[in-house]
Each structure stands twice: as C-alpha cells, then as structure tokens.
C-alpha cells in the first residue's frame, strides 16, 4: 500500500510539472501566434478559429535566426459541408502563410532566386509543393494530412518542383502535439493497483483476453444492479489502459424487453403474399401517405438482438407527402419506456414538435397521442423520439419523412430513389449482444456511443442491385446517436444536390460526403462498372495513448451492378450540373441579413469534476491537441464509464454567461438573426457537436471567417472542435422551440436550451 502511495505520489508530481510546461498560464494562443486579431465577441477565438488549433509559427533555422520569421494560419477549406475531409478520412485544411521577415533567397544560398513553401509528414512521405512565397501573406493552397510539417526552402526558381536549396524556416501543425507516451500506462497501473503486464496489456489477443477478464458480471441475473454490466467491444488495434477496466458506469444497465414470438403462418400463402406486397408498397413505394396513419412503437427482433421499431420495423415506413399538405399520426406506444415522436426539421405547429415536458407530456406504455402534421418546405426529414433518445433511437426508432415540392424546381430524373438511413450498434465483448444503456442517465456521456457494427437501413449487410448506367439518387439521414460519417461509394466522385430542407442553388461534384447526427443529404450516383461497388465510411480516428492517426474502413453497404444490363435513359442528364431557380430565389430574399452584425453567440463547452483520478489526468495531457472531429471511438471502457452524472455538456450565452435554459433568447416572429455557434477550445474533452434548432430553418453563412458562397437550407450543423459557425436564423414558426445538441449523450448531459419565438 505504501509503494502505491509513493508512485501515485510520483505521478502527481510529475503530472503538475509536465502540466506547467505542456499549458503555462495565462493566454496560450497568445503565444503561439499573438499576431492574431481576436473578435470582441469572444476573445478566446481567432478570427480563423481558435489560434491554438488554427496556427502555428515558423521557425528559422540556425543560419535565419533573426533575419525571418513567420507563421501558418490553418484556414477552413470552403465547400458545401463545415468539415472537409478527403475521401480516406484525413482532414483537409486551406494554408495560408504570413512571412514578417524575410530577406533575399540570395542570403542563403548565392543561386537561389525564390522561396518556396512545402508541406510533408513526420517521415518525409508525401512531399507535397505549395507554391513559391514571399514577404506578406498569401494563400499557398490545400493540404490532406493528419501530421504535417510546412517547410520554407530557398531555390534557385520558384517553379522547381523537387526541395534543392536550404531550408529557412519551418513549422510543425498542432497535430504534431500528439505523441505517444507511456506515463498513461504508469498512471493507470498506479491507481488501479494491477501488474504492470497487466497495465501494459495492448491490443490483440493478449489485451482483448485482459480485458475480457475485467467484464465478469457480477450477478447476470441482478440487471437492476449497477454490478451486472458486461464490457463493450473493444478495437482490436488500440492500446487498452487496464486501471480502466475494474470501473463500471454508476447507473443500472437497461436492456429492452423481447420481442414477441411470431404469430403462426396464414393458412393462405397467397393471402400472406399480398399483404407483404402491400406492406412493401407502403413503406419503399414512391406514392403518397393518406390523410391519416397509425405509428406504432413495438419491440421487434432485430439482426443485431432485441430492439424497437417503428410499425415492426427499422426504419419506420418512410412517410412521403406533398408540399404544402396535411397528416395526422396516431401514434402507440406499446414499448417499456415513455416516450415521443419528434418531426426533425418540419416548421409544424409546436404543440405537435414531441419534445416531453416543453410541447407534451411523454406518452406511457400503452398509451397514444395524435400528431397533426404540416409540411410548409420541400426535403428530406425523419422522426424519431425525443425522451430518453439515447436509448430509444440507438434501439431502432427513427423513419424517413420525403416531401415532394409541389411547384418550382423538381428533382432529376433518376432510376432508382433510395432513402438511406445510417446508424451504428454498440456490442459487447465477443459480439454475442448489443451493449445494455444506462437505466437511470446515460453511458458514454463524454464522447457519445460510437457503435463498433455499422448499420444502413438497420442492416450489417444492406445491399441493392442494378441495372449498369443506372443513376441512383441516395437520400441520406444519419440516425446514429454519435458517429459522423464519410460516406464514399465506390465511384470517383458523385452529385450533391440537397441538404436538409431542399436543394443547393448549384449542384456540384464531390468525392464523399461527410455526415454528422441529424444530418441530412441529397446525392446521385451512376453506375457505370459491372459488379459490386461499396458504400464505405472512411474516416481516422485518434489512439489517445500512442499519439497516432488509425485509418478506419468500413462498409456500409453494398450496390451490385448487374452485368449485361444497361439502364435506359436519363443516364444522359447525370452530367450536368443544374442551378435550382426557385431555391435561389427564395435564398436571394435573405442575403441582405448576410452582412448584418452578430445578434447573438453561443458558446459549446464541457465539464466535469468528479472524474475518476487516472481518467481526469489522462484527459488533462489528452487535450494538448483537440481533432476538428472525432471520427471514431477509440476510447470505448474510457467513454463508456462515465454517465450523464459525471459529465456536463454546456450551452452558454456568450453576452450575459446564463447557460442551458436560464439563457433568455426571445425573437419575434419574422424577424431574421445572425447566431454565432463558438465550439470553444478549452474544454477537458472538447469535440464537435451537431447543433439542431428546431421548428425553424437556418442558412450556414460564415465559417471562421470564410464566407459560404452556397448556402442550403438546414435545421442541424456540424461545428467542429475550435470553429465558429454563423447561421442566419428565419424565425418564422411561433412557439418554444428546443435548440441542442443532437449527439444524443449530449443532450441528455445537459446540452440543450429554449428558444421563444413571440
């Protein structure tokens, strides 16, 4: 007991010290690039982001010392989407260089005559050339990499396409920061009091058997016993942290009831045969919902285990309506928890918007509650409950709503329509079960529940075939609780055509599409190669411990192109590219409001002061460097310890400091505001969040100061860790209206507040 003492002791010490060096007091940006002018809105963020993620100086080297200087600002790259990543997951920045001092090339070398910027990774490959530089600033261009280092050469041209002359100055990106460093393992072994085999046990076999070990249930018959969790999966490249292990969430596990057994077949097949067609008609078929249906909410057997579903299965049917007209769903409630139905992104009338305890009451099991539906705007929305969603949406409730515009632009034609709703599933150690949620708050506060199974409409293993040549419009909708995906699909590149609430003003190419929680878009793609194509997410995600950047492939699904058979027309019309007259028309009455100052600000932050020791320390070192997203969860025993009481996820009014619904916003109805959405920096864990407002739309106008030159309508953003977002707000729907963050974990640790619109 006393050496344990003594080294934790150590650590404590050691920690304070390295802290000291690691973050020095006072204004960190400040010193890394103080050039930097800081709005007045909020003094901790750059102009172009937070400076400590967004920037970095140049050093010179010996010989420079004196005679250069300078700095790399990491500018957001411009595009349809608030992060860019590049088809295999690696964040895309713009770079833009500014050199204060600088003398001639000649000073270094007699025959230089130019400089010349380049960026590269810690071990010299991909060597990339930016482009030649000068004294001043300028935009040298886009750089994909996770690590990089910008180096500034003296050549004899500035059209020299390989590094020659000497090096002058040179930086390294924040990303750099990430190192790998064994004090995690000593920390975790000194406070959970293991061997030190046992606290350096890493990934494969030998780690997965550690930690296994770890998950006994204490009593598997207990389930309303905080001591009956088992442990969730956990990757099997990733370094694990023992003194983790023997740790379980302080709330009960929840796990849903079973699913009936199935009623005995008809005695008419044929019969059986036809209410299946119609069941197909209903929910996949491009014809309209009546007046008026029935949604009920129900255990149902999924390929994953036990779930709900919506109507017997995930999704829910999708509903598809005109524009402009009317539905009434009586919904059930025939599951073990209470529950609503939230219409995500429809500008309805607000007593109908399902948010318990602001619109209506949660409705019990067994009970019902009639929704009145309206459809002012043409797009893509979804519905899925909203008490307890973290529970409910991760077990399969959500459904697809497609509105069809009525007038004005309409839709490309294509061959196949395919409302695709993305998810993932959290199983646990083995793969025999989905991971239990929390009873009493939720699990994995701190950075969500990242699933390990990924899932398109419900399913491991969807796939659909078709004809080749065929276009294929994807209606995309992230129902996941947390996950933010990069969606490829196996072609060079495909459409962009809408966002949330419609359609972009100019469709354009892209190569994949990254898509938070919420989220939704419009893309088409042709299919020209024979054979299977994959849909897949490719993202990078962080191993904390090792300080490194792990590529993640996965697919989503799968879409077989027959062979031999060629599509008829309007394959000819894939490649064009149109422009939506309407959508600019209705957009072009805001544009106005564009240069409007900031009405108000939001700040996005987290906290927590209850941690366990070793955790709260190791995520002190962890936030050196914060990632503009969290691509995959790497942490899985690390996230998954902590409940919705230990975390708080904070919404913060930037003027007035009130937070979550002590925040007073009133607007009145018509009016038009600028909100800047700050992810702040300076969090124990900061990460992206998908900020959704409800009943009204939004326009994305400005990013970390870079102007949107195409904006779409929205009602959920991504706003990546150390951003701003501006939105112009059309608040055109009386009524309170929940605004929040839709990682559903965040939500349920406090990320959320009410807007009135008077």
Request: glycine share 8%.
């Amino acid at each position: 007991m006393k050496r344990r003492f003594t080294g934790i002791s150590f650590l404590v010490v050691f920690l304070v010290a390295f802290g000291a060096v690691l973050f020095p007091s006072g204004n960190v940006a400040a010193q890394t690039c103080s050039a930097l002018e800081l709005p007045a809105s909020d003094p901790r963020v750059g102009v172009h982001g937070d400076p400590d993620l967004r920037c970095f100086e140049l050093v010179p080297v010996p010989a420079a010392v004196g005679r250069a200087t300078g700095r790399v600002e990491l500018l957001h790259a411009a595009g349809p989407f608030t992060v860019r990543v590049t088809p295999d997951g690696e964040h895309v920045w713009r770079l833009r260089v500014r050199l204060d001092a600088l003398p001639e090339p000649a000073a270094f070398d007699e025959d230089a005559r130019a400089y010349v910027a380049w960026a590269t990774t810690p071990v010299l490959r991909p060597f990339v050339r930016l482009g030649p530089v000068g004294r001043g600033e300028q935009v040298v261009g886009d750089v994909g990499l996770d690590k990089f280092i910008v180096l500034i050469s003296a050549e004899a041209s500035d059209t020299v396409t390989e590094r020659r002359g000497p090096l002058v100055l040179r930086g390294t990106s924040p990303s750099m920061r990430l190192q790998p460093d064994h004090l995690p393992f000593l920390l975790s072994e000194a406070a959970g009091g293991m061997d030190a085999s046992m606290a350096m046990a890493g990934a494969g076999a030998e780690g997965k058997a550690a930690h296994a070990a770890h998950g006994d249930i204490a009593d598997p018959n207990d389930l309303a016993s905080s001591n009956a969790w088992p442990h969730p999966a956990m990757p099997d490249d990733i370094v694990m942290l023992s003194g983790m292990m023997p740790r379980l969430p302080d709330v009960a596990p929840f796990t849903p009831a079973p699913a009936p057994a199935p009623a005995p077949a008809p005695v008419d097949a044929n019969a059986q045969e036809r209410a299946n067609a119609q069941a197909r008609a209903y929910t996949q078929a491009p014809g309209y919902t009546p007046a008026s249906i029935d949604l009920t909410a129900a255990p149902i057997a999924r390929q994953q285990g036990a779930g709900y579903g919506f109507d017997g299965g995930t999704p829910g049917p999708t509903l598809r309506v005109r524009q402009g007209s009317t539905l009434g769903v009586r919904f059930h409630n025939r599951t073990e928890l209470p529950l609503t139905v939230h219409w995500h992104g429809l500008r309805l009338e607000n007593r109908f918007d399902g948010v318990p305890g602001l619109t209506q009451e949660a409705v019990a099991p067994g009970g019902s509650f009639d929704y009145r539906l309206t459809f002012p705007d043409a797009g893509l929305f979804w519905y899925h409950p909203h008490e307890r969603a973290d529970i409910a949406q991760d077990l399969g409730l959500y459904g697809n709503i497609v509105v069809d515009p009525v007038s004005g632009d309409q839709p490309n034609p294509v061959h196949v329509e395919v409302p695709l709703m993305l998810d993932d599933v959290l199983m646990t150690v083995g793969g025999d079960a989905p991971m239990p949620h929390g009873r009493e708050a939720a699990t994995h506060a701190l950075m969500g529940r990242f699933g390990d199974v990924l899932l398109a409409n419900g399913r491991s293993d969807w796939s659909m075939r078709v004809a080749r040549g065929s276009v294929v419009r994807f209606l995309l909708t992230n129902s996941a609780n947390t996950r933010t995906f990069n969606l490829s699909f196996g072609v060079d590149s495909v459409k962009l055509v809408g966002g949330d609430v419609g359609n972009y003003v100019h469709e354009r190419w892209v190569r994949s599409v990254p898509i938070s929680p919420a989220e939704r878009y419009l893309v088409e793609v042709r299919y020209d190669g024979r054979g299977p194509h994959a849909i897949t997410n490719r993202v990078h995600g962080i191993d904390h411990v090792m300080g490194a950047f792990v590529a993640r492939v996965d697919t989503v699904g799968l879409v077989v192109v027959d062979d031999g058979a060629v599509a008829p027309p309007p394959a000819h019309r894939y490649g064009r590219l149109r422009t939506y007259a309407a959508v600019a028309r209705d957009i072009d009455a805001f544009r106005e409001h564009f240069e409007r100052p900031v009405d108000r600000t939001l700040l996005l932050r987290m906290e927590a002061d209850s941690l366990p020791f070793p955790l709260d320390r190791l995520m002190r070192l962890d936030s050196a460097y914060f990632h503009p997203v969290e691509w995959a969860g790497t942490m899985p025993d690390m996230n998954w310890i902590l409940s919705a009481n230990d975390v708080r996820w904070v919404l913060e009014d930037a003027q007035t400091g009130a937070r979550g619904h002590d925040i007073d916003w009133d607007f009145s109805l018509g009016s038009v505001a600028r909100i800047r959405i700050v992810n702040v920096r300076e969090s124990l864990h900061a990460m992206q969040h998908p900020i959704h407002l409800h009943g009204q739309r939004f326009l994305v106008i400005e990013q970390d100061g870079m102007r949107n030159e195409d904006p779409v309508w929205k009602d959920t953003v991504l706003v990546p860790v150390g951003s701003w977002v501006d939105i112009l707000v059309d608040f055109s729907n009386p009524g309170h209206w929940m605004l929040h963050c839709h990682i559903s974990e965040h939500l349920e640790a406090g990320m959320h507040t009410v807007v009135d619109v008077r």
